[in-house]
Structure formats: structure tokens, C-alpha cells
């Protein structure tokens, strides 16, 4: 198991938990998932990898399998975990080892959340194919992929006797399954809006929505218990305390909202990020503390009932969300088309795709240390200002089909000349 120390520990107040950079990770952070003895963290990221942190010391390891963007990862128990995302795939893994142990294959579309029956055998999955999947975990065998929902599926949770699967959908409803039958059982709701994210608590349900609708349910009587709808949309993360004491709610503003349980009044509020998105939210082990990412390259650990100064993500400014009309027509291609994947210098940072320092005359997918698909890896071809002008003029998914880069083109052929002068001045 490779570990690389990349954890960093701030000064914070008097009092207050250890504030906490988990930094390493080359894209921003899709998912957060904290182990039930709260050793250890999981974050996902559309760096195609998942880290595995030691909470509260300096270790880290990567988990590399998938050929995209990871959005969810979760821990089956302490030494073994799942993940999925972009490429369709769930894969299974042993934390001690610290490889992979199964890919779970079946879907057709990207998988959006997992979760682990309470007695952990079983792991369901929201997929955008618009079905709910329920997977055997010791032998990967997928056991059902349950349909009923008009539109992508975003989240699913098991009720805690495992009886029942819950699932949300950009349909704008709240179903459930019979995992046994593998069959719906109840329409339970529907919002009018796409709804994003699910929590299942003692007695009640809370979602949160694209219009920013955040609402908690009684699980017998259906009855609105509380609305926390603060109109910040879309509600992008929510996240349990362990002692089921409080939730925390992060949004496409870039703030956290947390809510007490018992009367469901609102604890605190905090704009955890400068610019964009909180995406990824969960609780420490000792519900003090919530592990949370968004466009950041980097993963925080803080205080739930913060006292920092705020904010605390994205602080600086990253180099695609800069003003356009500062950079030059190559350079603002770049920025949109391959920035968030691709550095343009050989400076070892952790992306989806490999760097472009040396592009131009380079054998396509040669770069040492790369974990190309076997696609790219046989092409046979060089980087020249020919291929790279086919390769946007077609698009990825038509030029090399198989290859892990997303389906995009430029279609004015001025923007993809600029581009590659670009890419030669800079490269």
C-alpha cells in the first residue's frame, strides 16, 4: 500500500476540532464518506480516483480502477469500500490491500450514489440510466436493476431493517423497493423538481432538491415535518451525525446549513465556499467535525458548528472559472475544454488525463505512469496539430472511440486553431 503524507493541520481556535486540508487529489471533490470507527475517509473525485485518508494523522493512498469521474464512495466496513461514478462501473475494494477486489458491471449510464444494506451484504446504487441497482457484494453478482423512475435516479438509502430501498430522481419523485422482489413498491412523493439528495433517519425522510426545496418527512404519516427551503439551489449534499443529533445540508452556493434533530430548527449557516458548489458532506465518527469538497482539489475537515472565518473552500480562484474576456481566444478554450482533466506542465499533479507538457510529436498514449484504456493505449498514432484538430473537429467519442475523454467538440475551426497554438506555445 503506497501512502503519500499530504494531510495538512491549521491553527484554529481555542477549543475548536483540528481544521484540516486533505490535499492530493488533481480534480474537484465529488464525494466524502467517513468509516463507522472513524479511523478513516473516503473522497471521491473527477480525477477518476478515490483517496483513503487516516483521519487525524498524515497517510493517504489512491485507489486507481476507474477510466472516470468518481461521485460517490462508500465504506462496507473498515477494511473494504465501493465506489462508482462516470464509467458506469461500481468497483469493490480492499482497503488493506488497498486494490481492487471486483468491478460490478450492468449499468448504462452514470452511477450517482451507493448504499450498504444494514447488514452489509447487499449495496444499491442510483444510476442516471434511470434504474435503481441492487448488487450481492461477496460475489458481484447484480441481483436486480429496478425500474419505475421517468429520469435519472440521484440517490438511494436503505431503511434501517433493510426491508425497504428509498430512491430520488430528477423526475421529481421518492419511491421505494422490495430488494427481495426487486420490484417498486409505493410512490411516495412527488416535488414538482428534480430531486438530488436522500437521508433516512429514526422516523423521518430529508431531501433536498434542484429548485433548493429541502424538506424532512414522517416516514408513517407522510406529513411535512419541517421545510428548510432557504431559495439556494440546488441542493448538492446531506449528511447524518453519527449521534443523529443533527444534519448538515450543502448547496450549489457553496454553503452549509446544520439543523438540529429534535426540533429541526437551524443551528447554523456558513458559506463554506467563495465560488461554486459544496458537493461532498459527511460527519466524523464523533459528529463534531464534517468532511466536506467542491471544486477545490482539495477535501476540508472542520468544525460543524464552525467558528472559522469563512470562507473556506475555493478561496482561490480556479484557473476555468476566470473572467474570459482576460484570456486569449486559445487560452479560453483550453480553460473550457481541457483544463479540469489536463495540466499543461510535467509537474507530477494528480488529473483525469495525463499532462500535455511534450504533446506535440508524442505517440498517443506513451506517457509514462498513465493508466491509458487500451483504446488510447493502441492507437498507433502521434500528437500532431492534425490529430489534435480532428480529435475536437469529430469529438473524443467519435475519433477514439473507448477513450476515457468526455464527449465534447469545437466546432468553429478558428477555436480549434487558436487552441493548438495554444497548446504549442505552452506545452
Not at 70 to 88: H, L, Q
Not at 271 to 293: D, F, H, I, M, R
Request: hydrophobic share 40%; with cysteine; net charge negative.
Amino acid at each position: 500500500m503506497r501512502w503519500t503524507f499530504l494531510i495538512l493541520a491549521l491553527a484554529t481556535p481555542a477549543g475548536a476540532a483540528d481544521f484540516r486540508l486533505m490535499v492530493g487529489h488533481g480534480g474537484p471533490i465529488m464525494a466524502t464518506a467517513v468509516s463507522e470507527n472513524g479511523a478513516h475517509a473516503l473522497t471521491a473525485s473527477f480525477d477518476n480516483s478515490v483517496g483513503y485518508w487516516a483521519l487525524g494523522s498524515d497517510q493517504v493512498t489512491w485507489l486507481e480502477g476507474h477510466e472516470a469521474a468518481v461521485k460517490t464512495a462508500v465504506f462496507i466496513d473498515e477494511v473494504s469500500a465501493a465506489s462508482a461514478g462516470d464509467d458506469f462501473d461500481i468497483i469493490l475494494w480492499d482497503l488493506e490491500a488497498g486494490s481492487a477486489r471486483l468491478k460490478l458491471e450492468g449499468h448504462q449510464g452514470q452511477i450517482k450514489a451507493l448504499a450498504v444494506s444494514p447488514d452489509r451484504r447487499t449495496l444499491a446504487s442510483a444510476s442516471w440510466d434511470g434504474s435503481v441497482g441492487l448488487w450481492d457484494i461477496a460475489s458481484g453478482e447484480n441481483l436486480h436493476l429496478m425500474r419505475g423512475h421517468e429520469s435519472s435516479v440521484n440517490d438511494v438509502a436503505f431503511t434501517a431493517d433493510g426491508a425497504l430501498i428509498y430512491s430520488v430522481s430528477a423526475d421529481g419523485t421518492i419511491r421505494t423497493w422490495d430488494p427481495v422482489k426487486g420490484e417498486e413498491t409505493r410512490l411516495l412523493l412527488q416535488h414538482g423538481f428534480g430531486v438530488t439528495e436522500l437521508l433516512l433517519g429514526k422516523g423521518w425522510l430529508a431531501y433536498g432538491a434542484v429548485d433548493g426545496g429541502t424538506r424532512i418527512i414522517d416516514t408513517d404519516t407522510d406529513a411535512v415535518i419541517a421545510d428548510l427551503t432557504l431559495e439556494r439551489r440546488p441542493i448538492l449534499a446531506l449528511a447524518a451525525s453519527p449521534d443523529g443529533s443533527e444534519i448538515a445540508v450543502g448547496d450549489g452556493e457553496g454553503y452549509v446549513m446544520t439543523v438540529s434533530t429534535e426540533n429541526w430548527r437551524i443551528t447554523g449557516d456558513f458559506k463554506a465556499a467563495a465560488k461554486g458548489p459544496v458537493w461532498a458532506l459527511s460527519y466524523t465518527a464523533n459528529s463534531e467535525s464534517l468532511v466536506g469538497g467542491g471544486i477545490d482539489d482539495t477535501a476540508y475537515v472542520w468544525p460543524a458548528q464552525n467558528r472559522l472565518p469563512a470562507p473556506i473552500m475555493a478561496t482561490v480562484e480556479r484557473d476555468f472559472l476566470r473572467d474570459p474576456d482576460a484570456m486569449s481566444n486559445g487560452e479560453r478554450q483550453f480553460m473550457r475544454k481541457c483544463s479540469i482533466c489536463h495540466t499543461l506542465a510535467d509537474d507530477g499533479s494528480r488529473r483525469a488525463g495525463p499532462t500535455l507538457a511534450g504533446l506535440f510529436g508524442r505517440p498517443a498514449g506513451s506517457l509514462p505512469g498513465y493508466a491509458y484504456s487500451d483504446t488510447v493505449a493502441n492507437l498507433g498514432f502521434d500528437w500532431t496539430e492534425e490529430t489534435v484538430d480532428q480529435l475536437f473537429d469529430l469529438g473524443p467519442d467519435h475519433f477514439i472511440p473507448g477513450s476515457k475523454m468526455p464527449m465534447q467538440v469545437i466546432v468553429e475551426p478558428d477555436d480549434r486553431r487558436d487552441l493548438i497554438e495554444f497548446l504549442k506555445d505552452n506545452t
